[in-house]
């Protein structure tokens, strides 16, 4: 699951499962969570004071000072990881073999289409954004880095809440109705704002937050779901295509952002991808996922499901 699914999500959902128990997983995830959404308070309002400050440049340097330091960081894990036997074929039937796996299973397919809808249309919906407070008003940059922040926040406490929610409410419903409030929340404060005033942006940072508390339970949720759904040496694989399609949203999100920018304006752009954002609840909520009480009650694939050569 954008913003607040961070890039090394894609690297963590393989690799935790290695370093923990499967009983400790949901924990471990929520926690992982809370850390980066704690991480992006902090960013989010540092980068747009230090846009606001020093200018652009200065800040994507930092920026790359800090990823120095996190590859630094992750020299130091030692982890005896079982080895992996190859795939007849190589790297292309590895791919291909991660991709039909997918798509084959019901539940994991279903969190796949949310997230690939939901990146799409907050990609849009950001870029609107940036370019309507930015452009709107003469401390831009450090106003959209508070609003943000508040998204931050949400997915924090979310993170928090996520396995109290989970034993009071079971896997499925908690997850299905996460989604609905992080996937809506942005709509409805777009069409309550529409403006760069700074009774707008109180309500935009409103709307954050709550689609940060949302996102915060589903995030952590969603992953342990993906994590124990399919055979252990398929993780990396299936993470991959995954990523592949949900990731590779961003880049259209990006292209579609500019064009409609153009063509209607910032305000419109972000309403239209709102609305993309509150739609792609619609896979996960129409699966099997809402029936999940605990991840034992997780589905098997199908093969009906299994895509055309």
Same mark, same amino acid.
């Given at each position: 699951?954008?913003?607040?699914?961070?890039?090394?999500?894609? @690297?963590?959902?393989?690799?935790?499962?290695?370093?923990?128990?499967?009983?400790?997983?949901?924990?471990?995830?929520?926690?992982?969570?809370?850390?980066?959404?704690?991480?992006?308070?902090?960013?989010?309002?540092?980068?747009?004071?230090?846009?606001?400050?020093?200018?652009?440049?200065?800040?994507?340097?930092?920026? +790359?000072?800090?990823?120095?330091?996190?590859?630094?960081?992750?020299?130091?894990? @030692?982890?005896?990881?079982?080895?992996?036997?190859?795939?007849?074929?190589?790297?292309?039937?590895?791919?291909?073999?991660?991709?039909?796996?997918?798509?084959?299973?019901?539940?994991?397919?279903?969190?796949?289409?949310?997230?690939?809808?939901?990146?799409?249309?907050?990609?849009?919906?950001?870029?609107?954004?940036?370019? +309507?407070?930015?452009?709107? @008003?003469?401390?831009?940059?450090?106003?959209?880095?508070?609003?943000?922040?508040?998204?931050?926040?949400?997915?924090?406490?979310?993170?928090?809440?996520?396995?109290?929610? %989970?034993?009071?409410?079971?896997?499925?419903?908690?997850?299905?109705?996460?989604?609905?409030?992080?996937?809506?929340?942005?709509?409805?404060?777009?069409?309550?704002?529409?403006?760069?005033?700074? !009774?707008?942006?109180?309500?935009?940072?409103?709307?954050?937050?709550?689609?940060?508390?949302?996102?915060?339970?589903?995030?952590?949720?969603?992953? %342990?779901? @993906?994590?124990?759904?399919?055979?252990?040496?398929? !993780?990396?694989?299936?993470?991959?295509?995954?990523?592949?399609?949900?990731?590779?949203?961003?880049?259209?999100?990006?292209?579609?952002?500019?064009?409609?920018?153009?063509?209607?304006?910032?305000?419109?752009?972000?309403?239209?991808?709102?609305?993309?954002?509150?739609?792609?609840?619609?896979?996960?909520?129409?699966?099997?996922?809402?029936?999940?009480?605990?991840?034992?009650?997780?589905?098997?694939?199908?093969?009906?499901?299994?895509?055309?050569?």
């Amino acid at each position: 699951m954008g913003r607040w699914r961070c890039s090394t999500c894609s @690297r963590t959902s393989s690799f935790l499962p290695h370093v923990v128990t499967p009983e400790q997983l949901p924990d471990a995830n929520a926690r992982i969570t809370a850390t980066q959404s704690a991480v992006g308070i902090g960013g989010s309002g540092l980068g747009g004071a230090l846009v606001q400050a020093v200018t652009a440049p200065v800040a994507v340097l930092v920026n +790359a000072a800090t990823h120095l330091v996190s590859a630094l960081l992750l020299r130091r894990v @030692r982890l005896a990881e079982p080895e992996v036997e190859p795939s007849e074929g190589g790297t292309l039937a590895q791919a291909k073999e991660g991709l039909v796996t997918m798509l084959r299973h019901r539940v994991v397919r279903a969190l796949a289409a949310e997230a690939t809808v939901w990146n799409l249309g907050n990609e849009v919906f950001m870029l609107a954004l940036t370019v +309507a407070v930015v452009g709107g @008003r003469s401390d831009g940059p450090l106003a959209l880095g508070l609003v943000l922040m508040a998204g931050g926040v949400g997915a924090f406490l979310g993170a928090g809440l996520s396995a109290r929610l %989970t034993g009071w409410a079971g896997y499925g419903r908690s997850l299905v109705v996460s989604m609905l409030l992080g996937n809506t929340a942005p709509l409805v404060g777009v069409l309550l704002s529409g403006s760069t005033s700074l !009774r707008s942006l109180v309500v935009l940072a409103v709307a954050f937050l709550v689609s940060g508390l949302g996102i915060g339970v589903a995030n952590s949720q969603a992953v %342990t779901v @993906r994590q124990l759904a399919v055979p252990a040496r398929l !993780r990396g694989r299936v993470n991959s295509a995954y990523r592949l399609l949900s990731w590779g949203a961003l880049s259209v999100g990006a292209l579609v952002a500019g064009v409609l920018v153009t063509v209607w304006g910032a305000w419109p752009t972000a309403l239209a991808g709102t609305v993309l954002m509150a739609v792609a609840t619609l896979p996960v909520a129409l699966s099997p996922v809402r029936g999940m009480r605990d991840l034992d009650d997780e589905p098997e694939p199908t093969p009906a499901a299994t895509p055309q050569e």
